[in-house]
């Protein structure tokens, strides 16, 4: 790569916008083109470090979804299912 342009086999040098530096070995390059005729280069490298900070997990939380309560939380609390509907259900039928 040089600058703003990659080389891609049986196409050369080719002019692109880059969103972010590309870091370390290249490892691979996909090339696709969307519906309306433009050209998409994916770059797949390979770093010798994460420079990604790491989350601290003591405060985090877990959700899990279900239909008894609307949400589980890892904490342990549970918070109810909002019941509009039933609550405003005779609201709505005189409407």
Known sequence: MEGNRIQ?????????????EIEGRILSATVRRNSSGKYFVSVLCNMLYCPYVRVDKTKSVG???GLKHFANLSTGETI???????K???????W
Request: aromatic residues 10%; proline residues 7%; charged residues 35%.
């Open 8 to 20: 891609l086999p049986k196409l050369g040098l080719v002019r692109f916008a880059k969103s972010r």
């Open 63 to 65: 959700i899990d979804l």
């Open 80 to 86: 109810d299912n909002p019941k509009y509907l039933r």
């Open 88 to 94: 405003y259900e005779t609201k709505l039928a005189c």
